[in-house]
């Protein structure tokens, strides 16, 4: 049945949950590759981040889509052949299907205007190091930034970016696409390779597209993913410059695979055809602070009426709800937002804080996330759940974690 033309907010939550994976069935046995491929085919691609407090972010969409599944899977989708994922800088660094690398060879050929200034500085001054490290990793490869580095001087100037000249040399390669990421090792570090002994040589073989189909492929699946969406967030999903992005959007419009919506304080809207309607989501979850689900956080405000920042780089005084703070997604609202530290060697998860929404039921929230962490403790691999720390849903959660501990109903 066709969609209205007016979508209620609640119904564009429950479209876009859909869209999300969020309203398919969780695997009724053993998760495995079938199951990592139907979130894939949803998402397009995981946005990675090296924090480590809790999990690392990539790991996060499969556990919040799946449940508790063996993480190896994504390890051997994305680092064994065949190679069902790649790395590039998609929505930022992420994960993205390997068949769609084609449509990221535009971004690759504008790596002299569109990578970082260290980056594009290397590539100019310093053309020799770049054809000695390409040479390195040809010989070489796989191999690390520190495994192949020279005397060269690095900037102390910066914490964050005192890479060395043979690391900004990698990245330029890798944003190029002349190296890609063979693997990851124990420390998260990449490790560089050539794409043609990483990447399914029918990945390669396909021409390049020429840019303005790259484009509007992209859109259409940004909108594919997001079910509905305004332009902004169609632009966000895949990082795409401006003017390209509304061309595409217009052409999309024009063959009906968009369609123009309208929805409750948004100043516009764009319906995927194959967008669905759910009746309801059923859904109890935590949602990693780097989900596609929260990416874009005014969509996120308008959609759920959840204000959400994360505080990582916030002085710890500065904080309002804590460090690494997910969303607690229970039916198609946001009912809480808790803080959480997984201590490996005590093998606690620790909650530093609980936070209830406005408009969320206390008792109800309470029971569904209190069987939430007790989930995601196990599929971390830690035996118990520590009682919150702090925040106005600290003592409710707490009850409901001592109550289901003791077994009571």
Same mark, same amino acid.
Request: overall charge positive; charged content about 25%; cysteine-free.
């Given at each position: 049945m066709a969609l209205p033309d007016s979508l209620s907010l609640a119904q564009a939550r429950r479209i876009t949950l859909a869209a999300q994976g969020?309203?398919?069935?969780?695997?009724?046995?053993?998760?495995?590759?079938?199951?990592?491929?139907?979130?894939?085919?949803?998402?397009?691609?995981?946005?990675?981040?090296?924090?480590?407090?809790?999990?690392?972010?990539?790991?996060?969409?499969?556990?919040?889509?799946?449940?508790?599944?063996?993480?190896?899977?994504?390890e051997r989708a994305a680092y064994r052949r065949p190679r069902e994922l790649f790395e590039f800088w998609g929505h930022e660094a992420s994960l993205i299907r390997a068949d769609l690398q084609p449509l990221f060879r535009w971004r690759m050929a504008r790596a002299h205007e569109l990578a970082w200034g260290g980056m594009r500085r290397i590539a100019r001054d310093r053309p020799e190091l770049v054809d000695w490290v390409l040479a390195e990793v040809r010989e070489r490869g796989p191999v690390t930034a520190a495994e192949i580095e020279s005397d060269v001087p690095r900037s102390k100037d910066h914490w964050g970016w005192n890479w060395s000249e043979v690391k900004q040399a990698l990245e330029w390669l890798f944003y190029s696409g002349q190296v890609t990421a063979a693997e990851r090792t124990t420390s998260f570090a990449r490790r560089y390779d050539l794409p043609e002994r990483v990447l399914p040589a029918a990945v390669l073989a396909v021409p390049d597209p020429e840019p303005a189909d790259a484009f509007r492929s992209l859109v259409e699946l940004s909108a594919r993913a997001l079910g509905v969406a305004?332009?902004?967030?169609?632009?966000?999903?895949?990082?795409?410059?401006?003017r390209e992005c509304r061309v595409a959007?217009?052409?999309?419009?024009?063959?009906?695979?968009?369609?123009?919506?309208?929805?409750?304080?948004?100043?516009?809207?764009?319906?995927?055809?194959?967008?669905?309607?759910?009746?309801?989501?059923?859904?109890?979850?935590?949602?990693?602070?780097?989900?596609?689900?929260?990416?874009?956080?005014?969509?996120?405000?308008?959609?759920?009426?959840?204000?959400?920042?994360?505080?990582?780089?916030?002085?710890?005084?500065?904080?309002?709800?804590?460090?690494?703070?997910?969303?607690?997604?229970?039916?198609?609202?946001?009912? %809480?937002?808790?803080?959480?530290? &997984?201590?490996?060697? +005590?093998?606690? *998860?620790?909650?530093? =804080?609980? $936070? @209830?929404?406005? /408009? %969320?039921?206390?008792?109800?929230? &309470?029971?569904?996330? +209190?069987?939430? *962490?007790?989930?995601? =403790?196990? $599929? @971390?691999?830690? /035996?118990?759940?520590?009682?919150?720390?702090?925040?106005?849903? +600290?003592?409710? *959660?707490?009850?409901?974690l001592q109550a289901r501990a003791a077994g009571v109903p």
């Open positions: 969020f309203a398919d069935a969780k695997p009724g046995g053993a998760t495995d590759l079938r199951h990592l491929r139907r979130v894939l085919r949803r998402l397009h691609l995981i946005q990675m981040d090296s924090v480590n407090v809790l999990q690392r972010a990539h790991f996060m969409p499969l556990y919040s889509r799946l449940g508790p599944y063996p993480a190896g899977l994504l305004a332009e902004p967030e169609l632009r966000d999903y895949f990082r795409l410059p401006l959007i217009a052409e999309l419009v024009e063959a009906g695979v968009l369609r123009p919506v309208s929805v409750p304080g948004w100043r516009s809207a764009y319906l995927h055809a194959e967008a669905r309607l759910p009746r309801r989501v059923d859904v109890a979850t935590l949602v990693s602070p780097f989900d596609p689900l929260i990416w874009e956080r005014a969509r996120t405000e308008r959609l759920f009426g959840m204000t959400y920042r994360i505080e990582i780089y916030v002085p710890a005084p500065q904080r309002t709800h804590g460090y690494y703070v997910l969303p607690f997604l229970l039916g198609d609202r946001f009912a %809480a937002r808790v803080d959480l530290k &997984a201590d490996r060697q +005590a093998g606690v *998860l620790r909650v530093p =804080a609980a $936070w @209830l929404e406005p /408009g %969320a039921a206390p008792e109800e929230t &309470a029971e569904a996330l +209190a069987a939430e *962490l007790v989930r995601l =403790a196990g $599929w @971390l691999g830690l /035996g118990s759940v520590a009682a919150p720390d702090r925040g106005d849903f +600290a003592g409710p *959660l707490m009850s409901a």
